[in-house]
């Protein structure tokens, strides 16, 4: 699922905050009832929350027992070791699982075998490692011979063991275990592994053994205790391997909260024919369509389903092959769908026609997904508008609003080949064939595809800047389906026809050869490769808002409406947009913006013919000629704030006086020089070169060592008054005029970077004495406000003086956060990943705001400013306004709006209803 970490602001920023320790570490569960339940997945994982739930709602489930999470965080705090209280503790658990399964550890007449499990709070699809089949040795492996009467599938399971434990424990490459495995079928001559009859997997066996032998110095370990021992340190361990923290950073899932291991009876889906394996979905992870969803493999076990050994059936046709399990498994399905009231993802394993359950999890679904199934499952009856709410993950909404193909050019290139569609979207780029070069190639600019014959964990980190991932092997539930639909990524799998070659850094299809490098497109809901770049369009939703789709004709439209407008019913917040020309505010208004938080004035003066005037106005060196260029801006800058007003509507527009340090609007020097020394050389027109050179002797003059610290924001209102006089006179003539044509709109004149109550008691004096005569001109008086953003953190420490003269705040987080950090935010790149990889940060405070530091400038902001002025109004239009974990902190700050660029509106929409029913005001 899309989900991400918790969004607990208060909790997470504080990672070092010991969880509290309980007494009990081990949790058992079997024959009905279980010591864990569904609340406890911090304690328990994910997989044991669920493992226990299952068993105490009666469901078939092999007993076992998990070890808690804690005693992973005690694995690391003691240097790997494990104190013999708890060895103790998983040591009765061990009896009483004997008990529960009528079997023992190591007996050879009836041995227990067992699987050790990951399992964390969030799910992290194969990042971690699971041993199966634990408990084998030379003696219990004939044990198991004779209770079964099932030698082949005896040796089958004992040389899978020997596999994952060499592998996961002992750290041995899996191509060591493949190439000896490859070796016996070719000697065989047999293509699949269910061909190998019993001696073919004793010689697997005694080969493996020798592969552990070479490879770690010592003989495969026989004694099932220490097996046991060595594998559950082997989970720990995987907690902290590279893709798992890399998969964590990603998701935004903290590193301290450690992984529980499940130890639990094995149920064997590899005794013959009539068992199985297999995974599922209660819906359509990929569509959200209601239609039970997976893929199984008879004869197999777990991990053969989504390592793509053997090509999976589709669940479906499990109803012809075992009509029974597949009812039963129908039937529980739908149950722990309606009892968890979410998409449940599922694992199950059929032992002779017996249906076992050993996973169950709210399924990982792409946006496009989450937004049906909320609103099916309101409809259905299932769950309420606010349960459907909390189902979608505000961040996924931006899938929706990601372009598609143009249809007819689309149609007009041939398909080269199709494949499964595991992933919606449509991708378009360059194709790479590994994750480092996926890597390389965006951070140059490109936009890339990931070819690859299936993906692995470790490609994580080049999934996650591709434009889409295309496999050759694997299902719908093979690694790159799974991750592909969590990151909201087109993907398509299991495209057969695909002859790639990795090392050659090319794949052949219908008789074309692609190379790395070349264009290719794919639409990853239909499953179609095109050997082409293809242009792309707008997606429905935008299409719906700019008016060029019919709203009645676009189902994915009228869900995505139907959810926010349930978020805005439950929402406390306003949500505004920052926009600075009218064309951007009908954007936000139409995506739900009511208000912009945010108008740059700046913007304005980038617009074409514009830049000459402002540069004259700069270039003045007095102030009668600053004015007349200032007069000729009036009119345009006028004319600006008229359409965004109208834009609007008559919500609340909050626009900024000129912020930026005045050599932004010039030329560089650098280039002037050139242009000088040029016009210098060639004798050129004598009036060109004196006009350059007057420019370039300003440019010298305005040059400021550290611009950002600079003659900017309030100090340029300060010194060149005459500009706040022009902006102050531009935007309540365009109220007036507004108001006189019947739309009532309130301005709110927000001067920027203020520190001192006295900076902003000079500004306001200038707005309040032009807007008096403006308005005596205009003959008619409006509503506005005068306000400051508090982006300083002397401002949000004085608040409690600053609001005396301000009617509003908006907190400016953006360069709060560079000044509280020290930080400049053009050159925080350099350092911020060294920061969250040496874990000195967990995140970029530019994107989400740091709780403890900014954020509690902001808190005092707040307090201060409301103990002045009860009524202050307060927002946040830094680019924390679009963050759903900041906007949780916004909401419990208790602040009136926040404001997000328009493309973020929907999310910040959908992010400030889940605040609100999440958390309170003053948590
Ligand atoms: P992951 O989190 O990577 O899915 P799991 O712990 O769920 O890892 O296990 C990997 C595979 O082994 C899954 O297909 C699972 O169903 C299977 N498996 C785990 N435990 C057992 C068991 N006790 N009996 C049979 N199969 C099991
Ligand atoms: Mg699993
Ligand atoms: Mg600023």
Avoid at 669 to 685: C, I, P, Q
Avoid at 777 to 785: Q, S
């Amino acid at each position: 699922m899309v989900k991400k970490a918790p969004k607990r602001p208060g909790l997470k920023s504080r990672s070092a905050t010991p969880k509290p320790k309980s007494r009990k570490h081990v949790y058992f569960f079997g024959s009905g009832k279980a010591d864990g339940n569904r609340t406890m997945k911090d304690l328990l994982g994910g997989k044991g929350s669920g493992l226990a739930e299952m068993t105490n709602a009666g469901l078939p489930v092999p007993p076992g027992f998990t070890i808690s999470t804690e005693v992973c965080t005690i694995y690391y705090e003691r240097d790997s070791k494990i104190p013999s209280a708890i060895d103790r503790e998983i040591e009765e658990n061990v009896r009483k699982l004997e008990k529960a399964a009528g079997a023992e550890l190591g007996s050879t007449e009836n041995p227990l075998l067992v699987s050790v499990r990951s399992g964390a709070k969030f799910s992290m699809p194969g990042m971690m490692d699971t041993i199966l089949n634990l408990g084998l040795n030379d003696q219990a492996v004939e044990g198991l011979k004779r209770r079964t009467k099932n030698g082949r599938f005896a040796f089958d399971s004992y040389r899978r063991f020997i596999q994952m434990f060499g592998n996961v424990v002992l750290e041995i490459p899996k191509d060591n275990f493949e190439h000896e495995f490859d070796g016996v079928k070719k000697a065989r001559n047999v293509k699949l592994d269910t061909e190998l009859d019993e001696a073919a997997l004793r010689e697997v066996v005694d080969r493996y053994k020798g592969v552990v032998q070479k490879r770690s110095g010592r003989s495969f370990p026989q004694n099932p205790g220490d097996q046991l021992k060595m594998a559950r340190d082997a989970v720990f361990r995987s907690w902290m391997n590279p893709r798992a923290r890399e998969y964590r950073r990603i998701y935004d899932i903290p590193d301290h909260i450690g992984t529980a291991v499940n130890v639990q009876m094995m149920v064997f889906g590899n005794t013959g024919d009539r068992s199985g394996t297999g995974v599922g979905f209660t819906r359509n992870p990929a569509t959200g369509a209601k239609e039970f969803y997976g893929e199984f493999l008879i004869n197999a076990q777990g991990e053969d389903v989504v390592a793509g050994i053997r090509t999976p059936q589709p669940i479906r046709e499990l109803e012809q092959v075992m009509p029974k399990a597949y009812k039963q498994l129908r039937e529980i399905t739908t149950r722990l769908e309606k009892h968890y009231k979410d998409v449940q993802d599922f694992e199950f394993t059929i032992q002779d026609e017996r249906l076992y359950m050993l996973q169950t999890r709210s399924g990982k679904r792409t946006g496009f997904a989450a937004v049906v199934i909320a609103t099916d499952l309101v409809a259905e009856r299932l769950v309420t508008p606010k349960d459907a709410i909390l189902l979608v993950d505000p961040e996924s909404l931006s899938q929706l609003l990601a372009p598609g193909f143009d249809p007819d050019e689309w149609k007009k290139i041939p398909t080269a080949t199709k494949g499964l569609p595991a992933s919606p979207g449509a991708a378009s780029g360059q194709v790479v064939f590994s994750a480092d070069h996926a890597v390389q190639w965006t951070q140059q600019g490109k936009t890339v595809i990931l070819v690859r014959r299936e993906t692995v964990p470790d490609d994580i980190h080049g999934m996650f800047v591709s434009q889409g991932i295309l496999t050759a092997t694997g299902g719908m539930t093979s690694h790159a389906a799974v991750v592909g639909r969590q990151m909201g990524k087109p993907s398509i799998v299991g495209a057969g026809a695909l002859e790639i070659d990795e090392q050659g850094k090319l794949f052949r299809v219908g008789g074309h050869t692609v190379k790395e490098g070349d264009y290719i497109s794919f639409d990853g809901l239909s499953g179609e490769v095109k050997i082409a770049q293809v242009a792309s369009k707008p997606s429905e939703i935008l299409q719906v808002l700019a008016g060029t789709l019919d709203a009645r004709k676009s189902d994915i439209y009228r869900r995505f409406d139907q959810l926010l407008s349930w978020a805005d019913k439950s929402r406390r917040m306003g949500v505004r947009a920052n926009a600075d020309l009218p064309d951007q505010a009908e954007i936000a208004y139409a995506f739900g913006a009511r208000g912009i938080g945010l108008c740059r004035t700046e913007h304005m003066f980038f617009g074409e013919g514009r830049i000459p005037i402002v540069q004259r106005m700069i270039l003045a060196d007095n102030e009668a000629d600053r004015r007349r260029a200032l007069d000729e801006l009036l009119p345009l800058q006028r004319e600006d704030f008229y359409g965004v007003f109208k834009a609007m509507k008559g919500t609340a527009v909050t626009i900024r006086t000129i912020d930026p340090p005045l050599h932004e609007f010039l030329p560089k020097r650098e280039e002037l020089m050139v242009e000088v020394a040029r016009l210098e050389m060639s004798n050129g027109s004598s009036k060109e070169l004196e006009d350059k050179r007057r420019l370039l002797q300003r440019v010298e003059q305005l040059h400021e060592f550290n611009p950002m610290l600079g003659h900017r924001g309030v100090r340029l209102g300060i010194t060149y008054p005459e500009i706040t006089e022009m902006q102050t006179r531009a935007i309540i003539q365009a109220a007036c005029r507004l108001h006189k044509e019947g739309l009532k709109v309130v301005p709110e004149i927000m001067i920027p970077l203020v520190g001192h109550v006295k900076e902003l008691r000079d500004q306001k004096a200038i707005v309040d004495r032009v807007a008096e005569e403006t308005m005596k001109a205009a003959g008619i008086r409006i509503k506005y406000l005068v306000g400051t953003m508090i982006e300083v953190p002397r401002g949000a420490l004085t608040a409690d003086q600053v609001a005396e003269e301000a009617q509003f705040f908006s907190f400016g987080t953006n360069d709060l956060t560079q000044l509280t950090f020290g930080f400049s935010r053009d050159d925080v790149g350099k350092f911020l990943r060294i920061y969250q990889d040496k874990k000195i940060l967990d995140k970029d405070p530019f994107a989400s705001i740091d709780i403890d530091g900014v954020g509690s400038i902001v808190e005092t902001g707040v307090r201060l400013g409301r103990r002045t002025r009860p009524d202050l109004k307060l927002g946040i239009c830094g680019e924390h306004g679009g963050d759903p974990s900041s906007i949780h902190f916004f909401e419990k700050v208790g602040l009136d709006y926040v404001s997000a660029s328009p493309y973020r509106v929907p999310v910040a929409r959908l992010a400030a209803a889940q605040a609100a029913l999440s958390v309170k005001v003053g948590d």
